[in-house]
């Protein structure tokens, strides 16, 4: 779903329309039905390739109270435009996520919070893509957010399943994160960038996890 200078979250029929420019903190969206579990879940990274995760350079944090956890990139960034080399144009990340479930329980995921930064020249325009499934599952959820210039500041979106796909009960599982950073120059001067790096401040990937009894 394009916008211009704005972010489209949709949960079901139901849409919540974001400025571009909101604090984080300021986003919302339905909190995730959880049950105690009986013992955490824990989530490490299995795997992490790409232009804009090479290794070592993306890391995974739960949040400690079973409702999910946070994905932080310290090198994703993309650039066109000026003296940007052409291979920053397109950066991505595919990250897989073991998640351990207790026994007697199952997680899905309920919702996804992407956050990063934009420098973006009149002119330029850029693309934040990602899609996340339970390794072995059909079942992909996808977001497309499109960005316009000029522009300079925190970006945020939110994605929230339209449907629940579950994990394994008590198992170890694999998430599969795959994230796009794409930027086109257009008719714009000088450099144009879009990034997710942590370094840059209140930037992460928060995935809200739906806790259920087996």
């Known amino acids: 779903m394009n916008n211009s200078n704005r972010v489209v979250a949709v949960a079901a029929a139901a849409a919540l329309a974001l400025p571009l420019g ?4 300021a986003a919302t969206a339905p909190a995730p039905a959880t049950e105690p579990a009986a013992a955490a879940i824990t989530v490490e990274v299995a795997a992490a390739s790409g232009s804009g995760c090479a290794p070592g350079t993306a890391s995974v944090v739960s949040n400690g109270d079973d409702t999910g956890f946070r994905v932080r990139y310290r090198d994703f960034v993309a650039a066109a435009g000026g003296d940007a080399d052409i291979v920053d144009r397109r ?7 073991l998640v351990s479930i207790p026994a007697g329980w199952t997680v899905a995921i309920a919702s996804a919070n992407y956050r990063g930064r934009a420098n973006l020249k009149s ?4 693309l ?3 899609s996340y499934y339970w390794q072995g599952s059909s079942a992909t959820e996808r977001r497309d957010d499109t960005f316009s210039g000029p522009y300079s500041g925190l970006w945020t979106t939110w994605d929230v399943a339209p449907v629940l796909t579950y994990a394994p009960c008590g198992s170890k599982s694999v998430l599969n994160i795959n994230t796009e950073l794409r930027v086109t120059a257009g008719s714009s001067s000088g450099v144009s960038t879009m990034s997710m790096n942590t370094t840059e401040g209140d930037v992460d990937t ?9």
């Open 91 to 97: 950066k991505n990340c595919q990250l897989g996520v």
């Open 22 to 25: 909101l604090p984080a903190h």
């Open 123 to 126: 002119g330029a325009t850029a």
């Open 206 to 214: 928060l995935f809200n996890f739906h806790l259920s009894s087996c």
């Open 128 to 130: 934040q893509r990602t």
